[in-house]
């Protein structure tokens, strides 16, 4: 069987075939458009035996996986790590797109177990609606730390609590004070409490439709203690797919979550796993957070690690772990669920 290997960029994508030995057999250049995907196609038809393998860049390959897909074509993606492993292994020195597409043809012919690509769901709605709303809530607080020096230069003497600025009622306070000044810096005060205003009105927006997409997505993962709804939606949108992950392990290693071991002698112990999505070990980390604060089974289970030996944060690390799994449990279950019924809508915002 023939490995096709595509090095992708937003103008071109270079495609390399490779035979069961690692050998360049073929190669050949298209456009990234539908029409340079066509070709690519007939190009490869020459192999009747063959399998893509597209390096996991995919705000550049996206496109080019839907329309292999939608033509039954089979594609695994590669993780540019073993990709760059791939290149630097080769007798080949450099670096150029023919170079970039061997190797991850190699690379596809070494590890037998790449992630198989399909086509994205409702999981990348998520996640595009996630992204946007944390872009808002960071350009709020920018805006809000210009705004706390312009209302110091003009009101030394006052001070906001941590976190008032997202509330409309402060944003009023603050208007009705800036009213009493003139000049540049009042005039500029005023146009950022609007802005403001203005983000925090699109950023709740932005939740509650999370909030209507995500609950009959992930029920089982909502009524996890300590997992509210912006919390299920990260979980949802960076997982993309937990049937992805061959067993609750992958997922614990994508997740940031699997122990590193740093023994020697006769103790074993382990260290912080810095590794994986950190945007999906950041969720865990806040229902573990949240869960010691409600009490209930994750407090009493730090309080058994902790008499077992374990430091507070070995305990919470460990407590991590054992969410990780329990998160893998939920969201397949809710998967299998969502199998079973019709495929879900994005809601009218």
Known sequence: M????????????????????????????????????????????RWPQRRWAIEDCR?????????????????????????????????????????????????????????????????????????????????????QQRLGWHLHELEPGWEIPAGALDRGVWLDRVAQRLAAHQGVVAELATELVERCRELTVRANALERQLERLVRPLAPSLLALAGCGPLTAAKLVAETAGVGRFRSRAAFAMQTGTAPVPVWSGNRERHRLNRGGNRQLNAALHRIAVTQLRLGGAGRAYLQRRLAAGDT???????????????????LHADEGQQHRQPACLLPAA
């Open 59 to 143: 705000h550049l390959s996206r496109r080019l996986e839907r329309d292999l897909l939608a033509a039954g074509e089979r594609v695994v993606r590669v993780p540019p790590k073993l990709m760059a492993i791939a290149r630097r292994s080769a007798r080949t020195p450099g670096k150029s797109d023919p170079i970039d597409a061997l190797a991850v043809a190699r690379a596809a012919l070494r590890e037998a177990d790449l992630p198989v690509a399909r086509l994205e769901g409702v999981e990348r709605q998520v996640r595009l609606l996630v992204d946007h709303r944390e872009d808002l809530v960071a350009e709020r607080t920018r805006i």
């Open 312 to 330: 507070k944060t070995e305990a919470i690390r460990a407590l991590r772990r054992r969410l990780s799994d329990e998160v893998d449990r939920r």
């Open 2 to 45: 023939v490995r096709l290997g595509i090095d992708a960029h937003k103008r071109s994508h270079t495609i390399v075939a490779a035979d069961e030995q690692g050998r360049q057999v073929g190669q050949v250049t298209v456009n990234a458009t539908p029409a340079g995907h066509l070709a690519a196609l007939v190009w490869a038809g």
